[in-house]
């Protein structure tokens, strides 16, 4: 009968902690106010957010910025942002989900006027505690629960992956922007950064607010995050660990925009898993560790020279035209990629549909590959071929229910903290693919 009963303890134990640990996987959603300001379907009007947030524990809202003069925490949009309520109407909605924590994030290469001074102001205490206490006020103010720091921290040299190509080096180098300016002081930027970081933690502890950090697309964690020193001050951090080929990095070469594991030939440190690995071969706990995930494809033109497989890397010529509702070159969202896709037929040529190609790569490397629910390596891509006019030709890698849903399952069994859906106005959220809303974050969500 004793038996019985501590047998029976213990297994409600199991369950409870099988319990918790479930419902404490987090499921961070980036809200971007950008997609207020797209035109057409691809508006997204404040309404359209709240079926996501049945699926989020934390909302986060994109971006906040820094004044260059006075190095304080500023609305990048302070018409909208403050004037029109736009902060308090994303924090009021904690009214109807209670469990919701909203954080405001500051930089996320949306603040791209002199992004010098993210170094700069990490160099001088009085302006850092200008930018903290300016921090403070704003999370107060508006009702947030935290703050998350997506720094701005100068980007990796994109590199090619084949040579022999000609001048395209030379091409790149030349028609590269961005920051790519070597930064002399990365040690000590990387010193006071964690210092930064602490004086945000200890302004907001009495609060018990929220702090978080987020790291870039092509910021190389080893040069600017100490890991150690970092995670005591951290509730958990944000890898977006995507975007390692884009058409603005690479015009002339297109490849897997963001891979979940290492491809051949490439290098070994631009996919999600080797991200996820650096910080925990550096003393990151798992469940500190969000794993990011995109609702968005990369897209190129391809040419003539591109090869006829489709299956990348291969020689293309810039950045895809802009889809219908984004419209920013090389960008498409999952919606606008949905739309272009056709199953049965590779046709070439403008208005004709694109041939969707799944992971290819299920049986590689199975045996460092048994994580054992996650099939996905690379990722998902669709191409049409160009024309006889050498026109209309597009390869866009991205991500899907699929592919979302296996990187979810990949954060799961490495008993990560959760998933980051970047962002939640790319993904399909009027339910125009097939009439489901919000697909990737859904499939993300439900295999986490
Ligand atoms: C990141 O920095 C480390 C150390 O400086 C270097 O070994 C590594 O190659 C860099 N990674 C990338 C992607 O540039
Ligand atoms: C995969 O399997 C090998 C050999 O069976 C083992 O050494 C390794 O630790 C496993 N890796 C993971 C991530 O479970």
């Known amino acids: 009968m004793a038996r019985?009963?501590?047998?029976?303890?213990v297994v409600t134990f199991i369950a409870v902690v099988v319990q918790c640990q479930k419902t404490d996987n987090k499921v961070v959603c980036y809200y971007n106010s950008k997609g207020y300001f797209r035109e057409g379907q691809g508006r997204f009007d404040l309404p359209f957010i709240e079926p996501a947030l049945q699926y989020c524990t934390h909302l986060i809202y994109g971006y906040a910025g820094v004044n260059a003069e006075n190095f304080k925490l500023v609305p990048l949009n302070e018409q909208f942002d403050v004037t029109r309520d736009h902060y308090?109407?994303?924090?009021?909605?904690?009214?109807?989900?209670p469990g919701l924590r909203v954080l405001l994030s500051v930089g996320g290469d949306a603040d791209d006027v002199d992004t010098i001074k993210y170094l700069t102001l990490l160099e001088s205490v009085d302006h850092r505690l200008s930018f903290v206490n300016s921090a403070f006020t704003i999370v107060k103010s508006f009702g947030f629960d935290g703050l998350d720091i997506a720094w701005e921290f100068p980007k990796t040299k994109p590199k090619k992956i084949r040579s022999g190509w000609g001048?395209?080096?030379?091409?790149?180098?030349?028609?590269f922007v961005g920051d790519s300016v070597?930064?002399?002081?990365?040690?000590?930027?990387?010193?006071?950064f964690t210092a930064l970081v602490r004086e945000v933690k200890n302004a907001f502890r009495p609060e018990g607010f929220i702090v978080t950090i987020t790291v870039n697309p092509n910021v190389n964690s080893s040069v600017y995050y100490d890991t150690r020193a970092l995670i005591p001050n951290v509730d958990f951090v944000n890898l977006l660990a995507f975007d390692f080929y884009t058409p603005g990095r690479?015009?002339?070469?297109?490849?897997?925009?963001?891979?979940?594991?290492?491809?051949?030939?490439?290098?070994?440190?631009?996919?999600?898993d080797a991200w996820v690995r650096h910080w925990l071969e550096n003393g990151a706990p798992n469940n500190k560790?969000?794993?990011?995930?995109?609702?968005?494809?990369?897209?190129?033109?391809?040419?003539?020279?591109?090869?006829?497989?489709?299956?990348?890397?291969?020689?293309?010529?810039?950045?895809?035209?802009?889809?219908?509702?984004t419209k920013e070159p090389g960008l498409l969202s999952y919606p606008e990629v949905c739309a272009k896709i056709s199953n049965p037929l590779n046709l070439k040529g403008a208005g004709s549909h694109?041939?969707?190609?799944?992971?290819?790569?299920?049986r590689y490397d199975e045996v460092r590959f048994n994580v054992s629910d996650v099939s996905n390596r690379y990722g998902v891509y669709a191409f049409r071929l160009p024309?006889?006019?050498?026109?209309?030709?597009?390869?866009?890698?991205?991500?899907?229910?699929?592919?979302?849903?296996?990187?979810?399952a990949y954060a799961r069994a490495k008993g990560l903290g959760g998933v980051a859906i970047y962002d939640i106005t790319l993904d399909d959220f009027r339910g125009l693919c097939n009439g489901e809303k919000f697909p990737v974050l859904k499939a993300a969500k439900f295999r986490l």
């Not at 019985?4 to 303890?9: F, G, Q, S």
């Not at 969000?290 to 489709?310: F, N």
């Not at 694109?354 to 299920?362: A, Q």
């Not at 024309?387 to 699929?402: K, T």
Request: avoid cysteine; hydrophobic fraction near 30%; charged fraction near 30%.
């Open 167 to 175: 001048s395209f080096w030379h091409d790149v180098k030349t028609t």
């Open 354 to 362: 694109l041939r969707k190609v799944g992971d290819p790569t299920k």
């Open 289 to 325: 560790l969000i794993l990011g995930i995109p609702t968005y494809g990369r897209a190129w033109k391809m040419t003539e020279d591109s090869a006829i497989s489709g299956v990348p890397p291969f020689k293309v010529k810039g950045a895809a035209e802009e889809g219908p509702y």
């Open 4 to 9: 019985n009963v501590v047998i029976l303890v």
């Open 387 to 408: 024309d006889e006019n050498g026109e209309n030709g597009v390869w866009v890698g991205y991500e899907d229910p699929d592919t979302a849903g296996n990187k979810a």
């Open 182 to 192: 070597p930064d002399e002081k990365e040690a000590e930027h990387k010193e006071q």
């Open 88 to 97: 308090r109407h994303i924090t009021n909605l904690k009214r109807q989900y």
């Open 250 to 272: 690479n015009p002339k070469e297109a490849d897997y925009p963001s891979p979940l594991y290492s491809l051949i030939d490439r290098k070994p440190d631009e996919n999600a």
